[in-house]
């Protein structure tokens, strides 16, 4: 496995553990992180031993935003011609799931990179915002476009003027978060989802991600009709036969990926 300085990366059985390890920075996401990150990434979703993934960071924050020391000297030209923060279109190229087990602060970036996770499972300590209006900017790694989406125009508008944070209950109640778990046992009941995830039939998982992520870029329509489409495609795979034959004989699946 290759060698990394920003993250831990350890494959638990079929499932990707991906940690984020800057803790004297709070996980604060710079470049290297982002290369890292979405490399690694990259090598998960290559690799047909792994079916899930869980990223999380540590127990006092998940990540405390973009890396504000490694941002405070660019300027326009800088982040336009880099275009900064592009290198997390990899991330969310990913075609396997991952899902983002949050505790402490999920903020500014670090917020964003939860919510480019297919869902977020938070420790009862998780604490979620966009506080880049208090440093005279703003979203920049699809926080104005991805929380609006999750939690609507109210809360995400109010959270983007004015910087609130979120705790877990209201993140939960207000479509955020989908579970809440003590802290203690966040890491763990990830990967257990993750598992689980891990031994559906491979085909069927990417399909029903793609088709989740569908309903955030079409009309209904059109994403009903994606779907039907997808749907009819799947009964092409020997994992259907097997699954439909699996469910009446009442036995698990064998499952091939084809
Ligand atoms: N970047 C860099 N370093 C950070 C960051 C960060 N985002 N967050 C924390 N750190 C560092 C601190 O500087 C400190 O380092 P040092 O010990 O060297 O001083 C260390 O982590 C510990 O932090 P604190 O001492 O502040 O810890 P506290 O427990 O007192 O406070 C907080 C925790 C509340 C999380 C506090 O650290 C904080 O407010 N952090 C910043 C949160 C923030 O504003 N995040 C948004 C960043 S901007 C962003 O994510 C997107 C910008 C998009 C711009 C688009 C440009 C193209």
């Known amino acids: ?7 831990l990366v350890e494959q638990r059985g079929p499932v990707t553990l991906i940690t984020l390890n800057r803790p004297k920075a709070l996980n604060a996401l710079n470049s290297q992180v982002m ?15 792994q079916g899930c993934a869980v990223l999380t960071g540590s127990e006092k924050a998940f990540a405390a935003g973009a890396d504000i020391k490694e941002m405070c000297e660019l300027d326009f030209a800088d982040v336009y011609n880099r275009d900064f923060f592009a290198g997390y ?3 969310t190229a990913t075609r396997k799931p991952v899902i983002a087990a949050v505790a402490g602060y999920a ?35 699809g926080g104005s476009q991805r929380l609006t989406r999750a939690v609507g125009k109210a809360k995400a ?11 877990v209950h209201e993140a939960e109640r207000a479509g955020l978060v ?32 793609e088709m989740v992520n569908a309903a955030f870029e079409t009309t209904l329509q059109q994403g009903v009709m994606f779907e039907r489409r997808l749907f009819h495609g799947i009964f092409g795979t020997q994992d259907q036969t097997e699954g439909m ?9 064998n499952w091939k990926g084809k």
């Open 1 to 7: 496995m290759a060698d990394y300085e920003t993250i």
């Open 35 to 49: 290369d890292e990150l979405t490399n690694a990434l990259a090598a998960y979703d290559a690799d047909d031993s």
């Open 89 to 91: 279109d990899r991330f």
């Open 107 to 141: 903020l500014g970036g670090g917020c964003e990179l939860a919510m480019m996770c297919d869902f977020i499972l938070a420790a009862d300590t998780a604490k979620f915002g966009q506080p880049e209006i208090k440093l005279a900017v703003t979203p920049g790694m």
């Open 157 to 167: 508008m109010e959270m983007c003027l004015t910087g609130r944070m979120m705790d």
């Open 178 to 209: 989908s579970r809440i778990l003590p802290g203690d046992e966040l890491v763990a009941e990830a990967i257990k989802t993750a598992e689980l995830i891990a031994g559906m039939a491979p085909i069927a998982v990417k399909a029903n991600k």
């Open 245 to 253: 034959a699996a469910f009446i004989e009442k036995r698990p699946g």
